[in-house]
């Protein structure tokens, strides 16, 4: 009898309930170029909480392409809490990107960094983090990247981690909402510690207890 042949291919007008609806796959049966997005986006639409495994790269991962594939994952992802914050964080109100008293960004989209509305901050900055992390320049592989391109990656955390802290000390029950359907800040926090491409004095949303025990180790 013939194998079964699985389509993971999601098609146009697909129901949201079928969306990436497919068995698993192992990592050393996903043949493809894009394996570990592959292997990363099963891991999280399986449990996005269980944190551990999904930052856990398979053995002999070449840990740049973990780097750039896991950051890839979260600036797409962090485009759902971009669309949730267009329905609350009014440039009228939201003026500045801010988070605390203390944090006020500027944004880099521009030839001088300048102050923008919170909104247009995060509008400008996944949208040049996504120009980045898809520049032929320095990212040409998904098989492998070299070091001085991997150096890059943590800028991109720095100022993408800024659109969580506004969502939280700005928009809380918004912020609550999406982290408690993705862990998106818990899985993002845990990924900058783990790699060290954060000063922790920067990650000022508070933490779980797990996460503060780990940071602090």
Not at 52 to 62: H, S
């Amino acid at each position: 009898m013939a194998a079964t042949v699985v389509l993971r291919r999601n098609r146009p007008g697909m129901k949201a309930k079928d969306w990436s609806n497919w068995p698993d796959q192992s990592f050393e049966d996903m043949d493809s170029t894009l394996a570990v997005q592959q292997y990363i986006q099963q891991l999280v639409r399986k449990n996005p909480a269980d944190i551990e495994l999904i930052l856990t790269p398979p053995d002999n991962q070449d840990e740049g392409v973990w780097k750039y594939e896991h950051l890839r994952q979260f600036c797409l992802e962090l485009n759902g809490l971009a669309v949730r914050l267009q329905e609350e964080c009014n440039p009228k109100v939201c003026v500045q990107m801010t988070a605390t008293e203390q944090w006020i960004f500027l944004c880099a989209a521009h030839k001088q960094p300048k102050e923008c509305s919170a909104i247009d901050y995060t509008r400008h900055t996944l949208d040049g983090a996504a120009c980045l992390l898809n520049s032929n320049k320095y990212f040409p592989s998904r098989v492998s990247i070299k070091e001085s391109s991997v150096s890059k990656l943590g800028s991109v955390c720095r100022r993408v981690y800024r659109i969580f802290s506004h969502a939280y000390f700005h928009h809380r029950q918004l912020f609550d909402d999406f982290e408690n359907e993705t862990k998106l800040c818990q899985r993002f926090t845990s990924f900058v510690i783990k790699y060290d491409l954060m000063a922790k004095d920067n990650l000022i949303v508070p933490m779980t207890e797990e996460l503060q025990q780990e940071s602090e180790a």
